[in-house]
């Protein structure tokens, strides 16, 4: 999902929701801020504090691009919010069924340690242009 030009991470639904109550929760428009150029729905001011002020707590892995995708075909693209899966704590998405099964076949692998080296689109991704990616 982009808005004026920015990816919007999960689909603007709000991430404090997600992995403090664990519910899929919409944010609202007033409540926007950017990290790492995604911008992120909340529901609150408060949400909205609380994410900045340990962000990475908060925010999914890659945030929300699909890590198979990334270390086998070397292209960022955003995966479903419907297929995703929990390795150390974070929240990873996939682009298919399948890239989840590889996922969870081998976590490590394909969540630690991606460089940005030889990636097909960074541009629409700007965390992508920093080496370390997880």
Same mark, same amino acid.
């Given at each position: 999902?982009?808005?004026?030009?920015?990816?919007?991470?999960?689909?603007?639904?709000?991430?404090?929701?997600?992995?403090?109550?664990?519910? &899929?929760?919409?944010? =609202?428009?007033?409540?926007?801020? =950017?990290?790492?150029?995604?911008?992120?729905?909340?529901?609150?001011?408060?949400?909205?504090?609380?994410?900045?002020?340990?962000?990475?707590?908060?925010?999914?892995?890659?945030?929300?691009?699909?890590?198979?995708?990334?270390?086998?075909?070397?292209?960022?693209?955003?995966?479903?919010?419907?297929?995703?899966?929990?390795?150390?704590?974070?929240?990873?998405?996939?682009?298919?069924?399948?890239?989840?099964?590889?996922?969870?076949?081998?976590?490590? &692998?394909?969540?630690?340690?991606?460089?940005?080296?030889?990636?097909?689109?960074?541009?629409?991704?700007?965390?992508?242009? =920093?080496?370390?990616?997880?």
């Amino acid at each position: 999902v982009m808005r004026d030009g920015k990816v919007v991470g999960l689909g603007g639904f709000c991430p404090v929701a997600m992995m403090r109550d664990k519910k &899929w929760l919409k944010g =609202s428009e007033e409540f926007v801020g =950017s990290y790492d150029g995604v911008d992120y729905f909340f529901q609150s001011a408060k949400e909205r504090e609380l994410f900045f002020a340990s962000a990475d707590q908060f925010i999914p892995g890659l945030h929300g691009c699909d890590p198979v995708e990334l270390q086998r075909e070397r292209r960022a693209e955003t995966g479903a919010i419907e297929l995703g899966a929990f390795y150390k704590g974070r929240l990873f998405f996939f682009t298919s069924q399948s890239n989840r099964r590889l996922f969870q076949d081998n976590p490590a &692998w394909y969540a630690e340690g991606i460089s940005a080296d030889g990636i097909q689109n960074p541009d629409q991704f700007p965390f992508l242009k =920093s080496m370390t990616l997880n």
